[in-house]
């Protein structure tokens, strides 16, 4: 089986590396194919494309996009979508304007606690359009206010800790809607970091499926081996197709380094079979 990565990040969104920068670690790193799946946003995948062209890698275009449901914010990437699509482009940009929106109320409870700045800051951390809580953490980490990143979301910007803003995303259904007018594939993305006990965990899987959610990420960068095989069960119970991505941000912020996947548990249906390039 090739190596695969199919969820990472540019600093399109918040990663650390370019686009073209990531396909050559990538490839540095033996990966055969790999999705480019920013936060919210398609504006790095033809410069992945020429770099990947370049390299040798097969590029799936992606993005991963924030929605709520149930009150938690929950991530679904699609998988080898059409970045023309306007449906899908539409979606997305008004996501992007709710992050601008968010960043802005995160500055003011920030500047609450006595730490002024952070949206200048966090600025400094984006390269493009997408501003997110990751760019902030990257500014209270260099000023002082938490060693890692890690540690911040331990801190601020989470529910009941200073920085914290409830925001509301694109509904679940609407972005699978997206993805698939656009000719995608929706996969729900590491659902092992929701912090959710396994009733909800299996209404959330309910709610995906039958908004035409088809792809479940069991290997992800932040799954436990344990993990693997409960999300391995999931995919069965919920007739789910089985990904795999790192959910790499770069050096400093990664989970799972990429090219260093283990391979799927026995049983599961690859969703890269289904693939056509």
């Not at 698939?180 to 590491?190: D, E, N, R």
């Not at 959610?213 to 007739?239: I, M, W």
Request: proline share 4%.
């Amino acid at each position: 089986m090739p190596k695969i990565d199919l969820h990472s990040h540019s600093t399109v969104s918040d990663g650390t590396y370019t686009p073209t920068e990531l396909v050559r670690y990538a490839a540095a790193q033996g990966v055969e194919v790999m999705a480019l799946t920013d936060h919210d946003d398609l504006g790095g995948l033809d410069e992945a494309r020429v770099a990947a062209e370049e390299q040798g890698i097969r590029l799936v275009n992606g993005v991963e996009i924030s929605v709520s449901w149930n009150g938690r914010t929950i991530h679904i990437v699609g998988l080898h979508v059409d970045p023309a699509h306007a449906e899908l482009q539409a979606g997305l940009e008004n996501i992007r304007a709710g992050r601008l929106t968010r960043a802005v109320a995160i500055a003011a409870e920030l500047d609450k606690v006595g730490i002024s700045g952070s949206l200048e800051g966090a600025r400094a951390y984006a390269h493009e359009r997408i501003l997110s809580r990751t760019h902030f953490a990257r500014f209270l980490v260099a000023n002082g206010h938490a060693k890692d990143v890690k540690t911040v979301f331990k801190k601020f910007l989470v529910k009941g800790k200073p920085g914290h803003v409830s925001h509301r995303w694109a509904d679940m259904a609407e972005a699978i809607g997206w993805i698939k007018s656009s000719g995608g594939i929706a996969v729900l993305a590491h659902p092992g970091r929701y912090d959710i006990g396994k009733m909800t965990l299996h209404a959330l899987f309910a709610a995906f499926k039958e908004a035409g959610g088809e792809a479940v990420e069991v290997v992800s960068g932040s799954h436990t081996p344990d993990q693997y095989r409960l999300f391995a069960e999931f995919a069965k119970q919920y007739g789910l197709l089985s990904s795999a991505g790192s959910d790499y941000h770069g050096p400093a912020h990664n989970y799972f380094d990429m090219g260093r996947l283990p391979p799927l548990p026995a049983g599961c249906e690859p969703v890269w079979e289904h693939f056509e390039f």
